[in-house]
Nanobody, 123 residues
Framework: QVQLVESGGGLVQAGDSLRLSCAAS????????MSWFRQAPGKEREFVAG????????NYAHSVKGRFTISRDNNKNTVYLQMNSLKPEDTAVYYC????????????????WGQGTQVTVSS
């Protein structure tokens, strides 16, 4: 069982930066691929970024590539999402997710989810 707790969301202006954190419980954190998803009002949850257990494998949604950076610290059981050049369309609840093995972009293939953290970007 893995428990995930996100933090770092908030209200910012377009062009600003935020860093989200996701702290995970458990002693086998490095065995889990981790990802960030987001869900805007009235829209389906979508993949944002994912990172393999070792950190060597990373992929991003096209909409955030070049602006967002996912990373992890396996010694701290934490995954991060650095978000730069934020846009109003990045406004959403951001969720951290975990699964054993590889990163997948399909929402339904992830086993553990955090409660989410709100990110609001004003224009």
């Amino acid at each position: 069982q893995v428990q995930l707790v996100e933090s770092g969301g908030g209200l910012v202006q377009a062009g600003d930066s935020l860093r989200l954190s996701c702290a995970a419980s458990g002693r086998t954190f490095r065995s889990y691929a981790m990802s960030w998803f987001r869900q805007a009002p009235g829209k389906e949850r979508e993949f944002v970024a994912g990172i393999s257990g070792s950190g060597a494998g990373i992929n991003y949604a096209h909409s955030v590539k070049g602006r967002f950076t996912i990373s992890r610290d396996n010694n701290k059981n934490t995954v991060y999402l650095q978000m730069n050049s934020l846009k109003p369309e990045d406004t959403a609840v951001y969720y951290c997710a975990a699964r054993l093995a590889v990163v997948l972009t399909d929402t339904h293939r992830w086993d553990y989810w955090g409660q989410g953290t709100q990110v609001t970007v004003s224009s």
